[in-house]
């Protein structure tokens, strides 16, 4: 769980995430706002379909995977801005 | 903008400095970084950062301001949010910026990549509410963000480091548990050259310690065996310490075991590479000044070496120089005036590190994983797969990567990479060396393919009418 | 060591052959080099092929289809010592058309060979639209397609696997890492020598080494007269159903990702992709699936075919050292179940043998 410090002065930002509004900071990356939401899960793997969220914050590891405006992109490399429409990955149909 | 002299990638301490002294001095210099703003992962955010920010975060972090106006001062063009994902033999850099790709060429590149926390494979580590303890600081940084009854693990001084910092902004970590155990201090004695300055980082990480005491956070040494517990998401960390197992209850969990040069680009460009048995990694091979095997391409700041920011920004001046040397504007004996004292201070901070290597060296079992632990976090390709593979044949992590896709994904194997040679080195008996790494390929980092296909010039096709 | 065969190169092709002289009880060894080695095998794009091949020879469009035709049955036996599936799918595949005209150009070379081969040559031309039923994603700049309902594809990163499998399963000796330096016929047998490791005895050896061919041929009487020829290939992230079949240029893998193929360049032993080519090869797929301009490309790369001078395969024993024979062919994918299958009774001499006589490599000698 996350907590924010001050910052009461920075304008909000309005998004959905998987079609719920999610209120993070101007300057906030989504994997930023989406953690201090309390999401947790950002996406479901194409492989196993387990459960990911973020997990270095600098764009090295591709885990806070979700899309926008239907493209896939790192989440906490991705500012957050007004009105986005922000989704998990499909998750491919399942290989033997 | 028309072709420059240098392209700097990467606007860390290592890039601020080289490309501000080679501004400096006459070239015409383009600095591409990832970020929003320059500063680096160290100094992430720093221009815009809160007083409330600058106070938890500490003197280390404010340090970078001088950088920060070096740069802004300098006479060059920086362009942020610059994602690389090409750079070739002829120095061509290719990056998109919102949605378009550009490609721009340079006499001589400083690649300035920085590093990235070494991976941390343990039972659970995937599931999420697990990340890296930087990861944590980065949410410190960029949003005032903190961890609430986190418990933090592994080894390094970033560990006390983010355990204080969450202190100071009185969230202080549920617990704090160290995988170092008393060989990993009999080995420091060892290292004698840096050893002043090795035991002045070591006072500096006790004093953080006793801030931690002080505040009652419990601290566990010498722990072994992690596991992330939970099914769905972290509910907590399991080990062993003292003979005794424990169960911290906690939905955050982060991992930290130092950090490794962040290698994609000097990888796809098959630069020389060497590996280092005190950190555990691969290092490109260097010239004193950060020249490259390609003479034109240079490499400074812990993308070279792991050394920390002040090594850093030293190296990044030195290779400036040896640039401007190279590019005839000036001569090898005004490069040694021009950089005297950053080749100084760059010996000082470098001869610290043999010391830290083996103080906080990450445990034999994070670096060859038991066969169940997920080494390919995308693919999800567990250690116990690489094993079968070498028993299969397999020398070397590309044709693991053909078997079993570890190093595939999305992150082009920038987390699985050094696992992966390590479970083979040691399953094929080979050196990590000769086992080598990941063939790494373009993209650098994932592209549309509508902003690759813009850079198609329609030419002359092939013939047609051969075999497809 | 000794063995009864001894196979240089460890790739789809060696393997494939392996396996069948296994599979007909004899003592195999095959020699592979190390982790850095071009490799054709980890590079390809994954078809099995028949339209298009062999419209100037119709002996190698009979043994392409003879291949895939046996390919299911092959791939089974694979899946069953393996235990993993090759995600075999042969229900055709297209080649598109970006023009009226080319299209048209192919369709009547593909009537030439099936008149040549007694009308018995599958293949149908789809318009447009009729492609777009199959295919609701195409763009509207496609013509339309030669579609051969024999086409198919596989996921060649688990057939090399599971070949490798099979190999050890049926008691075959794989020694990897190895580099054969040298091979020496002495009386009749052979002396086969590499980097590091102890030679091996053979009495009949088989150059199925790609490139390796090149410098290993001469010394078995053969003019090896192959050359590198570099293709590049994409592959995009894994994403939900975007093709039903598989097209010359552009599939849909097994995983989900989409694989864009392939350039060709005379450039020598150089497998760096480069950003000039990569980018063609997505502006087509944009134009034939424009969805595709939102994917992300996760990587690129470069690898080396091993071509003949007519791009068919070469079948020859020696005729210095009878108990040498060269295997080589840039289309190891779709050859495999031929590879595993009769191409065995060849090496065996066998009384029932397949005609190979138009793959030998006197055909070159003008």
Redesign the interface.
């Known amino acids: 769980m996350f907590e924010r410090i001050g910052h009461s002065a920075t304008a909000q930002v309005r998004f959905t995430f998987n079609g719920e509004t999610v209120i993070g900071n101007a300057g906030d990356s989504l994997a930023a706002a989406l953690l201090a939401a309390g999401h947790k899960v950002f996406r479901d793997t194409p492989t196993t379909a387990a459960p990911r969220g973020p997990f270095c914050m600098m764009g090295s590891c591709f885990d806070c995977l979700v899309v926008v405006d239907g493209e896939t992109v790192q989440a906490c490399q991705t500012p957050a801005q007004v009105g986005l429409v922000v989704t998990s990955p499909p998750v491919p149909r399942a290989q033997p | 903008m028309t072709r420059p002299d240098l392209i700097v990638i990467g606007a860390g301490p290592a890039g601020m400095a080289g490309a501000t002294m080679a501004a400096q001095q006459g070239m015409s210099v383009l600095v591409l970084d990832e970020q929003p703003a320059p500063g680096g992962q160290i100094f992430r955010n720093l221009g815009a950062s809160s007083t409330q920010q600058r106070q938890m975060l500490g003197p280390d972090y404010t340090a970078g301001q001088m950088l920060l106006d070096g740069l802004a001062a300098a006479p060059l063009t920086l362009i942020s949010g610059a994602v690389v994902w090409d750079v070739d033999q002829e120095r061509t850099v290719t990056y998109s910026k919102d949605g378009k790709a550009y490609r721009v060429k340079a006499n001589y590149l400083l690649l300035s990549t920085g590093a990235m926390e070494r991976p941390v494979p343990l039972p659970g580590w995937t599931l999420p509410g697990v990340m890296t303890a930087g990861a944590a600081q980065i949410l410190m940084k960029t949003s005032g963000l903190l961890a609430k009854d986190a418990v933090l693990a592994g080894s390094g001084p970033l560990l006390y480091l983010v355990a204080v910092q969450m202190l100071r902004a009185g969230t202080p970590p549920k617990a704090l548990v160290e995988t170092q155990t008393p060989a990993n201090y009999r080995a420091v004695l060892h290292h004698a050259g840096g050893a002043l300055r090795g035991w002045k980082a070591l006072a500096k990480g006790a004093r953080m310690l006793r801030e931690l005491r002080r505040a009652s956070a419990p601290r566990y040494t010498a722990a072994r065996d992690l596991a992330i517990t939970g099914d769905t998401a972290a509910s907590g960390l399991r080990f062993t310490a003292k003979g005794q197992v424990h169960h911290l209850e906690c939905a955050t969990v982060l991992l930290h075991q130092g950090v490794v040069p962040n290698t994609q680009i000097t990888r796809a460009l098959r630069l020389d590479h060497q590996w280092h048995a005190g950190q555990r990694c691969f290092h490109p091979v260097l010239s004193p000044w950060g020249q490259s095997s390609h003479s034109q391409i240079y490499v400074a700041g812990d993308g070279a070496a792991i050394a920390g920011a002040k090594a850093a920004e030293h190296a990044g001046q030195c290779a400036a120089a040896d640039i401007l040397r190279c590019a005839g504007r000036i001569t090898a004996a005004q490069r040694d005036t021009l950089a005297a004292s950053a080749k100084r201070n760059l010996a000082g901070e470098q001869a610290l590190r043999p010391f830290l290597d083996a103080l906080y060296a990450p445990p034999a079992a994070i670096l060859r994983p038991p066969d169940a632990v997920t080494v390919c976090r995308c693919e999800e390709v567990s250690a116990g797969d690489i094993r079968a593979y070498a028993r299969l044949g397999c020398k070397g992590p590309s044709q693991t990567k053909a078997f079993g896709r570890a190093g595939m994904g999305p992150c082009q194997g920038r987390t699985c990479g050094l696992t992966v040679t390590e479970v083979l080195a040691q399953a094929t008996g080979l050196s990590p060396q000769d086992t080598g790494y990941f063939k790494i390929r373009a993209p650098l980092k994932p592209v549309t393919l509508g902003e690759v296909a813009a850079l198609h010039s329609p030419a002359p096709q092939q013939p047609e009418g051969q075999d497809p | 060591m000794e063995t009864e065969f001894a196979i240089i190169g460890?790739g789809i092709v060696g393997l494939s052959l392996a396996y069948g002289l296994l599979r007909r009880g004899k003592t195999v060894c095959v020699l592979?080099e190390?982790?850095?080695a071009f490799?054709a095998?980890?590079g390809n794009?994954g078809?099995v092929?028949v339209q298009?091949?062999g419209?100037h020879q119709p002996a190698y469009a009979q043994w392409t289809r003879a291949s895939a035709r046996a390919y299911r049955g092959f791939s089974d036996e694979i899946k069953t010592i393996s235990g993993s599936?090759l995600?075999l799918q042969q229900d055709g595949g297209y080649?598109i058309h970006m023009s009226e005209d080319?299209l048209d150009a192919d369709r009547k070379l593909y009537e030439g060979l099936r008149s040549r081969l007694g009308g018995d040559y599958p293949f149908e031309v789809m318009g447009h639209n009729a492609l777009k039923t199959e295919e609701p994603n195409i763009g509207p700049k496609v013509a339309g397609a030669l579609y051969c309902k024999e086409d198919g594809h596989v996921n060649p990163?688990r057939l090399?696997?599971g070949l490798?499998?099979a190999v050890?399963h049926l008691g075959g000796t794989?020694?990897?890492?190895h580099k054969v330096t040298d091979i020496t016929p002495q009386g009749a047998e052979f002396s086969i020598t590499a980097e590091d490791a102890a030679p091996i005895t053979a009495k009949k050896v088989v150059l199925a080494a790609g490139l390796g061919a090149m410098s290993l041929g001469p010394k078995l009487g053969f003019k090896a007269p192959i050359r590198p020829q570099q293709g590049q290939i994409?592959i995009?992230?894994?994403?939900?159903?975007l093709m039903n079949r598989p097209n010359?240029?552009v599939r849909q893998v097994?995983?989900?990702g989409i694989q864009?193929g392939?350039?060709?360049a005379e450039v020598g032993l150089n497998d760096?992709?480069?950003?000039?080519t990569?980018?063609?090869l997505?502006?087509h797929?944009?134009d034939m699936f424009p969805k595709?301009?939102?994917?992300?490309?996760?990587?690129?790369?470069a690898a080396l075919r091993i071509m003949s001078p007519d791009?068919l395969p070469i079948y020859q024993r020696s005729a210095r050292h009878p108990g040498a024979y060269f295997v080589t062919c840039?289309?190891g994918i779709t050859l495999a179940a031929a590879h595993a299958g009769v191409l065995g009774d060849w090496l065996t001499d066998a009384a029932e043998q397949p005609d190979v006589s138009a793959f030998g490599e006197d055909r070159f000698d003008v």
């Open positions: 460890g592979d190390g982790d850095g490799r095998s980890r794009f078809l092929w298009s091949k419209l599936p995600n080649i080319s990163l090399l696997r490798t499998v050890r794989l020694r990897t890492g994409i995009t992230e894994k994403l939900p159903k010359v240029e097994d995983e989900g864009i392939a350039s060709s760096r992709e480069d950003v000039a990569i980018a063609g997505a502006a797929a944009v595709l301009a939102r994917a992300k490309m996760l990587r690129s790369w791009g840039h289309s």
